[in-house]
């Protein structure tokens, strides 16, 4: 009896153990501000001045964000002074200035979630963090060393100018609350490419690269809700998760999981008002969702497994496979 009584104690401190192994990959040193976010502000900059003083961002504007040509070329300089004149752009810019005249609170939010970062992912570069105008482009510009956003498509997804350039699925993204994990999010996928990080290009690829994202997004930005991670409204949210498991089962039922067919893939992770192969209630890449919910059953059954071990696996089929990830299909 006394036997059994020792092997008992020893299997639940065994299994105390494995469990605090497995919290601890998460846990956080206490923030001391070893990471300092200081936002540049080369909107500010460029109209002021007809141009910004950093010649790598400057060059970087000129020529990729703005594609106006080579930064020294005559006519680019005529492109920027035509452009800086726009009435609607000098409407944005000043609405800018009123939305972003301080950033003390973006600024803290980056700087923990970019200490956190570092905390998983110790090699990981810090960039340069900075805001520009472009002529309601690229939301997020990221480059080595350099990450950008245009604020001019931050103003509030009532801003009058966007309703007649965006959709109304898209204005509901354009938000100043949405800053900081567009932020994030864009530095991930610059450092965590798709290329790197998976073996070919199927939804399932795809899924799982996404879900690898939201996961550690939630880790490094844990004051933030899930919708604003996902850029979904908090409806969004509830209706991925209430109906996972038919989410799920129509994927099975086309035959989808594996399809590497583009328009498939752009119909499940596209940018649109509905999840076309769901219902139109469904958000736009509401399959994201599955992704999410696969990786986190992983790390839940593979508990040595750290987050840069996790977002440096490639095999997607082995993430399935070793998650366990069996919803219970609806009938």
Known sequence: MLKLLRTLCLLMLCLCC???????????????????????RYD????????????????????NIMQFGPVDAHETQCYLELFRNDSDICQSYRQAQIMFDENEDLEAILSKAFFRLQHYVPDMPLPRVSMHISGFGQSIVSAPGILSASIDKYLGEDYPVYQDLFYEYQCARMKPEQLATDYLNGWLRSEFTHESLMYDYRLLDYLIYEGKLLFLLEKIMPEMSFEQLAAWSKEDYLWCKQNESPMWERIQYYEHLYSRDPLVLQKYIGDAPSTIYFTEESPARAAIWLGYRIVSEYMRQQKDCNILQLMMEVDSEKILRLSLYRPKLSK
């Open 18 to 40: 494995s469990c605090q192994q497995s919290e601890d990959r998460y846990r956080l040193p206490s923030f001391r501000q070893q990471v300092n976010i200081d936002i540049l």
């Open 44 to 63: 500010r900059e460029f109209f002021e001045n007809n141009r910004i003083a950093d010649s790598t961002f400057w060059t970087l504007y000129c020529e």
